[in-house]
């Protein structure tokens, strides 16, 4: 992002922020008049700006082109459907073959109709950061269900994904959940067959559980040709209204989604959200840092994106290589996946295929790694990321001490 204009977008996230941390008092001092009316033209400046980046963005290739009509979303144009990503996470986007096969993942995986004004499904979180960070431990996937599709018809759209799912796609289970983050009940098919899934009894279940819920996660286990064998989640969010008003769909953030056959786009520039999200990602820099810092590094991408930090992201990216901290970080995903699915007993032939095949890729990966001589290779997985933990935190000596994760969080005010 060196050719954008670094300055203006600081000062305008910066103002974002400052203005929604202080609303409350500046509505105490000026009245919530003047104070809606001030966050009414910062918004609309917002706009502007963001719809400027997504044109800025679009120049770079020709199959991309900005759309006009929400501001800040390029799209992004494969063989199979076009694309809808937030300015921001373009360049980080993956090559476009990734991005086919993902398209391709969601087909299979989705509840809704998407394509056909039905749904909007959403490629989420660190896949789309695949071209920079090179490798992810899960696929995620965020789709918005509209209030014409009812309980029975989404457990009808589950129930036959379990019966005819490929060999390289074996579907777990799904929890529904409350807005509240409460599970209201949860499905779990290790050792089930197709005959069973459709009984009657577990129609009745499925369909139970999806009229109880306002969001709800299917859980996948599927071989895929960028990832290897990993775990894909499909987060379900069950509209009431259009998507852009109902809240439920404030429970995700449109700025770290890609939309997959969209019936609506949820804006980028509203206050609300954008303050939300740029918070977010502090916050979670911070908390992950020592505990998580591949983590962290994951929601410091997208913040360093935004501000158009370009400097900053290349030592970030550097550091992250030199220690190949996300390969680590993939090969240790697997190994705990294998260690909560092969404590199961009599899993059913399809899973236990599948699993054969993610302990060898696990295997492999941290062979590679660390060498085949480590007694145990989650521990020694744990002690390289470690230690890129320490190198992030790390200060070098002279006038400018501070670590690379000081400098990347000292782009905000506190």
Known sequence: MRDLPHDLL????????AFHGQREKLEQQWGPLVVAERADRLEHGI????????????????????DAENAGYVCV?????????????????????????????????????????KAMICLSGSTLLLGD?????????????????????????????????????YVLGVRTNAQTGETFGELKFWRYKPKDVSSEYEQKCAVRLFAAARNAKTTHLMATQFSGVTEVTNWVIILQERVERDPASRLSFAHQEAGLGL??????????????????????????????PVKAVKRAVPW?????????????????????AADCAAALS????????????????????LLERLRIEAQELADELIGYSAQDPQLAL?????????????????????????????????
């Open 382 to 414: 744990q002690e390289k990321l470690r230690k890129f933990g320490h190198a992030l935190a790390a200060t070098k000596p002279g006038k400018n001490s501070a670590s690379i994760l000081d400098k990347i969080l000292a782009l905000a005010p506190p």
């Open 133 to 169: 960070v090179c490798r992810n431990g899960d696929i995620d996937f965020c789709e918005y269900i509209p209030p014409e599709v009812d309980a029975e018809t989404l457990a009808k759209s589950f129930q036959k994904q379990i019966k005819s799912a490929p060999s390289k796609h």
């Open 263 to 292: 019936y609506s786009k949820r804006p980028l520039h509203t206050l609300e959200a954008l303050a939300t999200y740029l918070n977010f990602l502090r916050n979670e820099i911070e908390r992950y840092a020592e505990v998580n």
């Open 304 to 324: 360093l994106r935004l501000y158009g930090a370009g400097d900053l992201l290349d030592e970030l990216l550097s550091i992250v290589r030199n220690h190949r």
């Open 77 to 117: 144009g494969t063989h199979r459907r076009k694309i809808h990503v937030p300015f921001h996470l373009v360049p980080a986007l993956p090559d476009l073959p990734i991005l086919e096969e993902a398209i391709q993942l969601s087909e299979q995986i989705c509840l809704g109709a998407v394509g056909k004004n």
């Open 47 to 66: 706009e502007l700006l963001w719809k400027a980046m997504a044109s800025l963005r679009a120049e770079h290739d020709a199959s991309w082109t900005a």
């Open 10 to 17: 600081r000062r305008a996230l910066n103002q974002v922020i």
């Open 334 to 353: 697997k190994f705990e996946l294998l260690t909560e699915y092969l404590k199961i007993e009599n899993v059913h032939p399809a899973l236990g295929r």
